[in-house]
């Protein structure tokens, strides 16, 4: 072996940090494989490199029962060198790739809950992997966002969930859909969390619908919610535009449970909140006309608003906590669900709700999907036409009316020729 192998592995220990005793050693040990394949070898040998000279000698071995050596004598083959510089080449390139793993490695370990910003180089159903410029991570699909499409070159950013250290090199999995890739984005935006002047108390999330968050000051002239929604919310609308159009509540940290509670559950207003600590659950009573936005679509507002206070949540109108309408009442009980299901509220938060239907008691319709609302108003069936009062949704009654009066008109004037005639 000549000095440029010697000089070339001087290099690589200085450019890409991998020790020329470290090449040495894994040369010397693939030489071994390499002698035992030529023919006439002896079963055990060892190899040895001169570190100034680059110098191969091979070195045959008896062993003994023990394992001890017994006899070693030198037998480098004569073409030995054509074999060595064709292995040489193969380990140097295999210790590179190990360096570089372990250079990947110690890089990303122990990053886990970092924000880090990569391209997509392929997407499927199954998973989506992420350029991050000196690796590449692996996006599960069931850590993206429903329904999110990721195309080839788009940039994204992802959560750092973990990283593998495996056998075929480093492993870092990533996510867009953990309640923790909220907080990230929000530190990257508001300057204030970073510094500790407000903080993130609580994060219930939907991912891909719905995102709850609250947030509390350390600093009396702070505004949480301000600081967080941004002039003309600037600083909010880079994180939903970064979530593809995810909504995004953001409500006051409050350690008045019942204050905190009616916080949770906005836009709805709450007008009494009464909950049992020991027990772990709260009835919240609002206004009958603000029942369904207190509920919302699919029962997914309260179910957000009993994550971030932990508590179970029985929402009820004000007319059913007076007991107005406790026989047309029918009870609607959302799950209890795993919080990361993102289909339910997170175990030991159940939420409750009532809702009431009535039934148009002239057309017998039972249908609670097609209710009409009662009215204050009664029509005597034995009113003149005078007296009538047609509504908007009775048109066809109204024409039939006048269909029988414009019919009715022609018999009286008969009448009336008839009157006259006898006089």
């Known amino acids: 072996m000549d000095y440029n192998l010697m000089d070339a592995l001087e290099l690589l220990e200085r450019e890409k940090g991998v020790p020329r005793d470290t090449i040495l050693e894994a040369l010397a040990n693939a030489l071994v494989s390499a002698y035992k394949r030529t023919p006439g070898a002896a079963e055990e040998a060892r190899v040895t490199i001169d570190a100034d000279t680059g110098e191969i000698s091979v070195y045959g071995q008896e062993l003994d029962e023990d394992g001890n050596v017994v006899e070693e004598w030198e037998d480098t083959p004569e073409d030995f060198g054509r074999i060595a510089a064709s292995t040489a080449k193969q380990v140097i390139l295999q210790r590179l790739r190990d360096a570089k793993r372990e250079q990947v490695f110690d890089l990303y370990d122990g990053r886990e809950g970092d924000l880090i910003t990569g391209i997509v180089q392929q997407s499927d159903h199954r998973y989506s992997i992420l350029d991050l410029g000196d690796a590449e991570a692996i996006l599960p699909g069931s850590e993206k966002i429903p329904y999110e499409r990721l195309e080839r070159g788009n940039r994204v950013k992802a959560w750092i969930l973990e990283v593998r250290g495996e056998g075929k090199g480093p492993q870092i999995v990533v996510s867009r859909s953990h309640p923790e890739f909220i907080r990230a984005l929000f530190e990257l935006e508001v300057p204030e969390l970073v510094d500790g002047d407000i903080e993130i108390k609580a994060i219930a999330r939907e991912a891909g619908h719905r995102t709850k968050i609250a947030v509390a000051s350390n ?20 994180v939903v535009n970064e979530l593809k ?16 509670i009616a ?25 009958d006309h603000q029942l369904s936005l207190a509920i919302g679509k699919e029962g997914q507002n309260a179910r957000l608003a009993a994550r971030l206070s932990g508590f179970r949540i029985d929402i009820r109108s004000e007319s059913q906590d007076l007991g107005l309408d406790e026989q047309d009442d029918e009870n609607v009980d959302f799950e209890t669900v795993e919080e990361g299901d993102g289909s339910g509220a997170e175990s030991g938060s159940e939420v409750s709700t009532e809702t009431e239907a009535t039934a148009d008691p002239e057309s017998g319709n039972k249908d609670p999907s097609a209710v009409t609302a009662p ?12 007296d009538d009062d047609t509504s908007e949704g009775d048109v066809s009654t109204a024409d039939d009316d006048e269909e029988g009066a414009s019919d009715e008109a022609p018999s009286d004037e ?8 006898k006089e």
């Open 375 to 386: 009215t204050d108003e009664v029509v005597d069936a034995g009113a003149t036409d005078e």
């Open 219 to 238: 600093d009396a002239n702070i505004d949480p919610v301000g600081a967080c929604v941004g002039a003309r919310g600037s600083r909010v609308r880079q």
């Open 263 to 287: 916080e949770a559950l906005s836009p709805a207003r709450v007008q009494d909140v009464r909950f049992d600590e020991e027990e772990g659950t709260a009835v919240v009573i609002v206004p």
């Open 245 to 260: 159009g995810e909504k995004v509540d953001i409500v006051e940290w409050d350690d008045d449970l019942g204050r905190f």
């Open 414 to 421: 008969n009448n009336k020729e008839a009157d006259d005639h």
